[in-house]
């Protein structure tokens, strides 16, 4: 099974950034597919950004050119470059992980706990 574990969230100013690092253990499907998902207080959970392990990414709108997931192999870590952030960005992110290309659809296997990222304006 994979472990999850998200660091990096954090307050920020509105036009800030903040980098948000998914560590990953246990054993990784040799093909894969990561994403970062969030979630706001009364909202459902939202696919922001995904990675598969053929390098393939997927953003949603509302966070294309703005944010930039990337994945660290030797480190065995997901990131989320996060710029120009938006108080409408304020949510719990989670990171994700599957064999199956779920990309932004929230139907992945494994979940982290979640990192709170809140940007006031």
């Known amino acids: 099974q994979v472990q999850l574990v998200e660091s990096g969230g954090g307050s920020v100013q509105a036009g800030g950034s903040l980098r948000l690092s998914c560590a990953v253990s246990g054993y990784l499907y040799s093909t894969y597919c990561m994403g970062w998902f969030r979630q706001a207080p009364g909202k459902e959970r939202e696919g922001v950004a995904a990675?598969?392990?053929?390098?393939?990414?997927r953003y949603s709108d509302s966070v294309k050119g703005r944010f930039t997931i990337s994945k660290d192999n030797a480190k065995n870590t997901l990131y989320l470059q996060m710029n120009s952030l938006k108080p409408d960005d304020t949510a719990l992110y989670y990171c994700?992980?599957?064999?199956?290309?779920?990309?932004?659809?929230?139907?992945?296997?494994?979940w982290g706990q979640g990192t709170q990222v809140t940007v006031s304006s």
């Open positions: 990675i598969a392990s053929d390098g393939s990414t």
């Open positions: 994700a992980a599957d064999w199956v290309r779920w990309y932004l659809t929230a139907r992945y296997r494994d």
